[in-house]
């Protein structure tokens, strides 16, 4: 899990939130919106397994 927040301290607390709600691959989508919801959050990431979800200002480049 990726959050996007100008603190430290609310990125890490929102993160350790947000993955404790993700029991299977379909409930990515749900916390990656969820995280933005947050005062302050700009973006989430989530992965697991072969499956990811992205949420607010994040901005996904391919590697070369």
Known sequence: MV???PSA???DA???AACNLVQE????AKVVT???TIPG???A???LDDKMAVQGD???IPLA
Do not use: M, Y
Not at 25 to 28: E, K
């Open 45 to 47: 990431v989530a992965i």
């Open 41 to 43: 959050v700009r973006g």
């Open 14 to 16: 929102v993160a350790t």
């Open 58 to 60: 994040v901005e996904l």
């Open 9 to 11: 301290v609310l990125a």
């Open 3 to 5: 959050i996007l927040a």
């Open 34 to 36: 969820w995280a933005v």
């Open 25 to 28: 691959s379909a409930d990515l």
